[in-house]
């Protein structure tokens, strides 16, 4: 069986319009995904002791994820605002809370039971990527970044680098994909959004249109990409498969509310009312 970890970030993510919240955070949705796909998935992180952390962890262990390493500790689960244009997503405000942490020797020992660990650029793990990558293979989403630097940095730990890409065109797409796997890379995704997605080694390269469908919300689908990817290629299938079956997976998570479900009427605690209105405010800005 596919074994994958996921340590790093988590959030609610409240949609005001609706009044609910939904588990969510790059690493988070990747763990629940694997799962979905038939992996064996386990979430490191850290999580408030509020009702969004009671949330958190009611979803995880519902999917299956082993969450002996979840954390809960005092203070705010991290939250995001979330509005909409037009299906996409905008993120209006958030709070990271207690979704930061500093790994132990405990967590960092734990990832060697398992064949890879997912981590997003936006977990503040980047300085433990050398001594996670001596423990399982290391999957990496830089999202957006762009930094050559950076790439160089964390690039040649991985096994499987990915890259969110909406708006690059083919040639943008293939020179960030050769600098990665320059730096050492095994592989390398590009997820462009309705453009499709870019797979690549140093001896493949495969392309795959996106699965055009009416989307209700476009939040987590390029985790949802990432997840099936990494998942496809452990289990060694053929990477054309690998992208139609991603293709597929990402289309399913745009048509429902949050990442990966599991709504819950939204906890307005730990948000004061000056952020309410300041999001609301930008929510009718971009409307």
């Given amino acids: 069986m596919v074994k994958i970890a996921a340590m790093g970030d988590n959030v609610v993510d409240c949609y005001l319009a609706r009044g609910e919240m939904y588990p969510g955070g790059n690493c988070l949705n990747v763990a629940v995904n694997v799962s979905r796909f038939g992996g064996q998935a386990a ?48 993120f209006l405000t958030f709070d990271l809370g207690v979704s930061m942490f500093t790994p132990n020797r405990e967590d960092l020992d734990f990832l060697s039971g398992f064949q890879a660990t997912h981590i997003g650029q936006s977990s503040g793990l980047d300085a433990w990527i ?67 997605a870019l797979l690549r080694s140093h001896s493949v390269s495969c392309r795959v249109a996106a699965r055009l469908v009416e989307p209700v919300d476009t939040l987590g689908a390029g985790d949802t990409f990432i997840a099936r ?11 054309e498969n690998i ?14 509310y949050g990442a990966v479900g599991h709504a819950a009427a939204i906890d307005l605690g730990a948000i004061t009312s000056e952020i309410l209105i300041r999001a609301r405010r930008l929510q009718d800005e971009t409307a």
């Fill in 43 to 90: 979430y490191v992180g850290a999580i408030g002791r509020d009702r969004a952390g009671d949330l958190i962890h009611a979803a995880l262990s519902s999917e299956r994820v082993d969450v002996s390493r979840l954390r809960r500790l005092d203070g705010p689960t991290a939250y995001c605002l979330i509005g909409h244009h037009n299906a996409d997503r905008i």
């Fill in 229 to 239: 990817t990494l998942f496809g290629l452990l289990k060694q299938e053929a990477p």
């Fill in 130 to 196: 050398p001594e996670i990558a001596s423990k399982s293979l290391v999957s990496y989403d830089f999202s957006t970044r762009r930094e050559v630097e950076h790439r160089y940095s964390i690039g040649r730990h991985c096994y499987l680098a990915s890259v969110s890409g909406d708006g690059l065109d083919d040639k943008e797409s293939d020179a960030i994909a050769s600098e990665l796997l320059a730096c050492g890379s095994k592989w390398v995704l590009v997820t462009r959004g309705r453009a499709g």
């Fill in 243 to 256: 992208l139609g079956q991603a293709a597929e997976a990402a289309a399913a998570t745009c048509q429902h």
